[in-house]
């Protein structure tokens, strides 16, 4: 049951953005909590969750991305410290550099084997996850 005065879930997204033979991106975040983050973000009212990826992540990282899949979707109460979100990961391609822009102080590209810290949110997990489908095909339990 809902808590007395409470609203409703935040409704995020997330981008994993792969850039072919180099890795994948993460923002470094200008607000709190600081720390490195998949691109993403709030889901504006009127925005598809799909117009929502592709706009947060050129806002981020100043790259155009193609979506490829619907990777997952994570709806732990406790997945961001200052809202209850409800985040769907998309998985994209893109090319070029990424350069951090809006409220990333920086874009770069890391391999499973040379991610930041630290990482912030569930995104470690997402990561986690990520990484073990790249490698078995394996979606996350429920």
């Known amino acids: 049951m809902a808590e007395q005065g409470k ?4 409704v995020t997204v997330d981008i994993i953005i ?22 993403g973000g709030f889901v504006a009212y009127g925005e598809s969750l799909e ?3 592709i706009r947060e992540a050129k ?6 991305v ?7 979707t994570y709806s732990n109460p406790r997945r961001d410290p200052r809202h209850h979100t409800i985040s769907t990961v998309f998985i994209a391609t893109a090319n070029g ?7 990333a ?5 890391f391999t499973e084997t ?9 995104h470690v997990q997402i990561l986690r996850d990520y990484f073990r489908y790249k490698k078995r095909r394996e979606r996350p339990k429920i």
Request: aromatic residues 4%; hydrophobic residues 35%; proline residues 11%.
């Open 51 to 53: 117009q929502a990826s």
């Open 59 to 64: 806002e981020e990282t100043s790259l155009d």
């Open 105 to 109: 102080k920086d874009a770069q590209l």
């Open 66 to 72: 193609q979506l490829v899949e619907q990777f997952h």
């Open 114 to 122: 040379t991610l930041p810290s630290p990482i912030v949110f569930d």
């Open 97 to 103: 550099n990424p350069r951090g822009a809006d409220d």
């Open 18 to 39: 792969e850039i072919a033979d180099r890795g994948i991106v993460l923002i470094k975040r200008k607000n709190p909590p600081h720390g490195w983050a998949l691109p």
């Open 7 to 10: 609203t409703n879930p935040l």
